[in-house]
């Protein structure tokens, strides 16, 4: 599928749960409340060098990132996981704390539950802001900043699909390890 026939799909369903007025933004407003909710799978998410907890991480501050990115501040996270064991439970929910306590956020719940075929994350975030912003909120004279690479996501996808070559990357000891080093207060 085309990524305009993605938007419009994406367009389509916002107006067919009641959602449509909310579209425009990466975490949808209610008063000063930001709101996000991001679903994964490990097959499609999850690269190869990665541990479960830096999976776990990843989920989280890739939800983080839409409430960020409409303005504002992450201060709570709830997450669901399915994983076909408890070892795999444990170790994304060391990587969802360690990415709650970089940014400086709380897990309010947390809900497990058995995956026999493929393990997964739902990360709800909630944001706080006074001024939301929207995809379309950028006017002439504006300052965009960008931090960090693009397209990661679309390298992982890539990756998974096994379009490109990885074999010649360094396995990593917990991807997240080096930002948990990083100051406290957000992404």
Not at 24 to 42: R, S
Not at 78 to 90: H, I, K, M, N, W
Request: charged letters at 20%.
């Amino acid at each position: 599928m085309s990524f305009t026939g993605w938007l419009e799909l994406l367009r389509e369903l916002s107006r067919l749960s009641g959602s449509l007025e909310f579209f425009d933004f990466d975490a949808p407003p209610l008063g000063g409340l930001l709101v996000n909710i991001d679903g994964y799978e490990a097959s499609s998410s999850k690269l190869p060098w990665m541990s479960w907890s830096d999976w776990g991480w990843k989920a989280v501050v890739a939800s983080m990132s839409d409430v960020v990115a409409s303005g504002g501040k992450p201060v709570a996270v709830l997450y669901s996981v399915g994983a076909p064991s408890r070892d795999v439970v444990v170790e994304v929910a060391r990587g969802v704390g360690d990415a709650c306590r970089w940014a400086n956020a709380r897990v309010l719940k947390a809900d497990t539950n058995r995956s026999r075929l493929d393990a997964w994350i739902d990360v709800a975030v909630a944001g706080v802001t006074l001024k939301p912003i929207s995809r379309s909120g950028a006017r002439p004279g504006d300052l965009l900043v960008q931090v960090g690479l693009l397209g990661y996501g679309l390298v992982a996808s890539t990756a998974l699909r096994g379009l490109i070559d990885i074999r010649g990357y360094p396995e990593s000891h917990g991807v997240h390890e080096e930002a948990t080093d990083k100051p406290r207060g957000g992404p």
